[in-house]
């Protein structure tokens, strides 16, 4: 099983539409979540961390459910510039390596 | 501030030829990592540098070596490629204090034939 899991998509929504993806992780001891955008052909970046609160930044929010171990992001209002894969990233014990899920694809359409 | 680079960006390897990737960030960070990227695998840790003269294994270390003699630079070498090795790598830096976030090169796509 792989230790961080996410549908791989293609998502194909259109603008305007609200969006949501999820991933769930193996290791019950990891300690923080992320999620990090990559565009085609380009690096990975951090689009927001992930609290158990939950966060909000703008129109994408992101919840965390240690229980259940899964990780949610939604976009609202999508926009053509939202078009990217999506990154499940998690944390592990003892030291400050990330494992990557292998991204959910969102294609947003006029 | 050109935050992280890598060299070269392109590169076609025959099997069994070596090189060198340069990694180089200029944004005092100590901590650093490589990372190959495949077709529905995600990325995955070759080997990191938790500062100047350290390295250490991640998961998919063999057929890699590393060297960190400079804070500022993270070089990997392949000491003699493989057609396995055809990925695209990805350099990474992070301050190595409370936050987690890592800074992404912009990547070095390689093909071994």
């Known amino acids: 099983r792989k230790e961080v899991e996410q549908d791989p998509g293609p998502f194909n929504v259109p603008e305007g539409a609200t969006v949501a993806f999820n991933c769930t992780y193996s290791?019950?001891?990891?300690?923080?979540f992320f999620w990090y955008r990559q565009d085609c052909r380009k690096e990975p970046k951090l689009l927001m961390s992930?609290?158990?609160s939950g966060n909000e930044d703008g129109r994408f929010t992101a919840q965390l459910n240690r229980a259940s171990q899964y990780i949610s992001l939604l976009i609202r209002d999508s926009k053509l510039s939202d078009s990217a894969t999506y990154l499940c990233?998690?944390?592990?014990?003892?030291?400050?390596?990330?494992?990557f899920g292998t991204g959910t694809r969102l294609l947003v359409s006029p | 501030n050109a935050g992280v680079t890598q060299t070269p960006k392109f590169r076609v390897l025959k099997t069994g030829q070596s090189m060198t990737l340069l990694c180089a960030q200029d944004?005092?960070?100590?901590?650093m990592y490589w990372y190959r990227q495949d077709p529905g695998m995600g990325l995955r840790l070759i080997h990191y540098?938790?500062?100047?003269?350290?390295?250490a294994k991640g998961e998919v270390p063999d057929g890699y070596n590393v060297s960190r003699l400079k804070k500022q630079n993270f070089l990997l070498g392949l000491e003699s490629a493989a057609p396995s090795q055809t990925s695209v790598y990805f350099c990474?830096?992070?301050?190595?204090?409370?936050?987690?976030?890592?800074?992404f090169g912009p990547g070095t796509r390689l093909t071994v034939t």
């Open positions: 990474a830096s992070s301050p190595g204090t409370a936050t987690y976030e890592q800074y």
């Open positions: 290791n019950s001891a990891s300690q923080s």
């Open positions: 992930v609290y158990s």
């Open positions: 990233v998690v944390t592990n014990t003892g030291f400050q390596k990330l494992v």
């Open positions: 944004m005092n960070h100590e901590y």
């Open positions: 540098s938790v500062g100047e003269g350290t390295t």
